[in-house]
């Protein structure tokens, strides 16, 4: 069943049916008016510039036309604000979402099962020296590789236009976990407490700790580096401590390890009034372990539930996003 919206539908067509689905005239069509179609169909390379050639004659102006997948052409319209216009590109069909999706033969079709997900980059918020193109590749293989470490089998991630990207996904159990590891940046930061001259921990109005970000000279002994995730290696995985909770294992690159141990070393202060490293996970804190001993290239996070600390493991290991990412349309079938 197709999920209720007003100006976003989903359209879907029977594979094979495009040659007879009459996009310029016919009695009675299978679409419904939106602004994205899925349209299967059995030779996207022949029939691309059929489509786009079909909706211009009907006046669509800057439809977006791209095969995604395989068997699939993706299909974006603004909508109509021509009724007239509209009653001619979907003939009889009824102006309700429909419950069940009717070839032209009026033959219920087979529905794809699963979800689709439609997300949109800010790419306002990208390293400036990376191109929207380099940001938006990135971006689909940090979430194919979410989804492989979730255990989700073929899944089909696609640039949509500029800053768009459609994820389907075959049916999973927890379809909102899925939304939210794809949308999470997962930015994660190392922090420590910001202290006067005195070595006084400074608070915010609400008398929280206010934390600045951890840094250290890096291994050109000349740069003050900023800690973060940038700096682990993709290899962390979920073991438990000594009282059988979870805890993330972490391991840092050579640079990484290097900050890590001066940082460590600056918080422990020989074990003289020790000091808490902060862990934040997209500016929210997550854990603050009071620092016991100097570190080196290895760690662990703590705090977590079982199921978080998988999520952040996949997280780490796949790398933060290059920008945010917002999801704007779903549809589950």
Same mark, same amino acid.
């Given at each position: 069943?197709?999920?209720?919206?007003?100006?976003?539908?989903?359209?879907?067509?029977?594979?094979?049916?495009?040659?007879?689905?009459?996009?310029?005239?016919?009695?009675? /069509?299978?679409?419904?008016?939106?602004? *994205?179609?899925?349209?299967?169909?059995?030779?996207?390379?022949?029939?691309?510039?059929? =489509?786009?050639?079909?909706?211009?004659?009907?006046?669509?102006?800057?439809?977006?036309?791209?095969?995604?997948?395989?068997?699939?052409?993706?299909?974006?319209?603004?909508?109509?604000?021509?009724?007239?216009?509209?009653?001619?590109?979907?003939?009889?069909?009824?102006?309700?979402?429909?419950? /069940?999706?009717?070839?032209?033969?009026? @033959?219920?079709?087979?529905?794809? %099962? $699963?979800?689709?997900?439609?997300?949109?980059?800010?790419?306002?918020?990208?390293?400036?020296?990376?191109?929207?193109?380099?940001?938006? %590749?990135?971006?689909?293989? %940090?979430?194919?590789?979410?989804?492989?470490?979730?255990?989700?089998?073929?899944?089909?991630?696609?640039?949509? $236009?500029? @800053?768009?990207?459609? =994820?389907?996904?075959?049916?999973?159990?927890?379809?909102?976990? *899925?939304?939210?590891?794809?949308?999470?940046?997962?930015?994660?930061?190392?922090?420590?407490?910001?202290?006067?001259?005195?070595?006084?921990?400074?608070?915010?109005?609400?008398?929280?700790?206010?934390?600045?970000?951890?840094?250290?000279?890096?291994?050109?002994? *000349?740069?003050?580096?900023?800690?973060? $995730?940038?700096?682990?290696?993709?290899?962390?995985?979920?073991?438990?401590?000594?009282?059988?909770?979870?805890?993330?294992?972490?391991?840092?690159?050579?640079?990484?390890?290097?900050?890590?141990?001066?940082?460590?070393?600056?918080?422990?202060?020989?074990?003289?009034?020790?000091?808490?490293?902060?862990?934040?996970?997209?500016?929210?804190?997550?854990?603050?372990?009071?620092?016991?001993?100097?570190?080196?290239?290895?760690?662990?996070?703590?705090?977590?539930?079982? %199921?978080?600390?998988?999520?952040?493991?996949?997280?780490?290991?796949?790398?933060?996003?290059?920008?945010?990412?917002?999801?704007?349309?779903?549809?589950?079938?």
């Amino acid at each position: 069943m197709l999920s209720k919206a007003k100006n976003s539908i989903i359209l879907l067509l029977s594979l094979g049916l495009i040659s007879t689905v009459c996009l310029t005239g016919c009695s009675k /069509q299978p679409l419904k008016i939106g602004n *994205v179609a899925l349209i299967y169909v059995p030779n996207p390379s022949q029939t691309e510039s059929q =489509v786009m050639n079909s909706l211009h004659v009907f006046g669509i102006s800057n439809p977006v036309v791209q095969i995604w997948g395989s068997g699939e052409i993706l299909v974006e319209i603004p909508p109509f604000k021509d009724f007239n216009q509209r009653d001619s590109f979907i003939g009889e069909g009824q102006l309700e979402d429909y419950e /069940q999706i009717l070839d032209s033969s009026g @033959n219920i079709m087979t529905m794809k %099962t $699963g979800s689709v997900l439609v997300y949109q980059a800010d790419l306002s918020k990208k390293d400036p020296s990376q191109t929207d193109s380099q940001v938006m %590749t990135d971006i689909q293989s %940090t979430i194919e590789n979410r989804l492989h470490a979730l255990g989700i089998s073929n899944p089909v991630v696609q640039k949509w $236009g500029t @800053n768009r990207l459609f =994820v389907e996904i075959p049916p999973v159990k927890d379809v909102g976990q *899925v939304i939210n590891l794809i949308g999470q940046v997962a930015l994660l930061e190392f922090k420590e407490q910001q202290t006067d001259s005195y070595g006084n921990v400074q608070t915010d109005s609400k008398g929280n700790p206010i934390w600045i970000p951890a840094t250290a000279l890096g291994t050109d002994g *000349v740069i003050q580096e900023t800690l973060t $995730g940038k700096h682990l290696k993709s290899n962390t995985y979920v073991g438990t401590d000594n009282l059988g909770k979870p805890v993330v294992e972490f391991e840092w690159n050579t640079e990484g390890a290097k900050l890590f141990q001066e940082i460590t070393t600056v918080l422990y202060n020989n074990g003289v009034n020790r000091k808490p490293l902060g862990i934040f996970l997209d500016n929210a804190e997550i854990s603050a372990p009071i620092v016991n001993g100097v570190i080196g290239a290895k760690g662990e996070i703590d705090n977590l539930t079982l %199921t978080q600390s998988k999520i952040l493991s996949i997280e780490i290991n796949s790398g933060a996003m290059s920008a945010p990412l917002q999801i704007i349309r779903q549809t589950n079938f």
